[in-house]
């Protein structure tokens, strides 16, 4: 193609980012994200094993991991107390969390009782 008068697209782009229609996308960030928005470890079940019963914990960055009450948490803590439908542990400040598993209550109202049928003999 012969070159020709025709538009300078490198000058063209460059105006169109400083005026596109949709705000500026954020600049990346340097710096690592500080250590207190790293959530910590949750329970996510309770299961028993041969070690007795054991809580399964969801950690970011290290999956899933089943630990029983003495075992120390992967990012600092420890768990403290398993039951069947609890658990307890420190977490990496020291302090002391608690959850219940698996526990909804439903209130539900009495049912009238069933009407009486009128059997023939």
């Given at each position: 193609?012969?070159?020709?008068?025709?538009?300078?697209?490198?000058?063209?782009?460059?105006r169109?980012?400083?005026?596109?229609p949709?705000?500026?996308?954020?600049?990346?960030?340097?710096?690592?994200?500080?250590?207190?928005?790293?959530?910590?470890?949750?329970?996510?079940?309770?299961?028993?094993s041969?070690?007795?019963?054991?809580?399964?914990?969801?950690?970011?960055?290290?999956?899933k991991?089943?630990?029983g009450?003495?075992?120390?948490?992967p990012?600092?803590?420890?768990v403290?107390?398993?039951?069947?439908?609890?658990?307890?542990?420190?977490?990496?400040?020291?302090?002391l969390?608690?959850?219940?598993?698996?526990?909804?209550?439903?209130?539900?109202e009495?049912?009238?009782?069933?009407?009486?049928?009128?059997r023939?003999?």
């Amino acid at each position: 193609m012969p070159a020709g008068n025709g538009p300078d697209f490198e000058k063209l782009d460059a105006r169109w980012e400083a005026r596109a229609p949709w705000p500026k996308a954020p600049e990346p960030s340097k710096s690592a994200a500080p250590e207190e928005d790293v959530p910590g470890p949750v329970p996510v079940g309770v299961t028993r094993s041969k070690r007795g019963t054991v809580a399964i914990f969801s950690v970011p960055g290290a999956g899933k991991v089943a630990l029983g009450a003495g075992d120390a948490l992967p990012g600092g803590g420890n768990v403290t107390h398993v039951s069947g439908l609890s658990v307890e542990w420190t977490d990496a400040k020291g302090e002391l969390q608690r959850r219940e598993m698996f526990n909804t209550y439903k209130v539900q109202e009495e049912a009238p009782p069933a009407p009486k049928s009128r059997r023939r003999r």
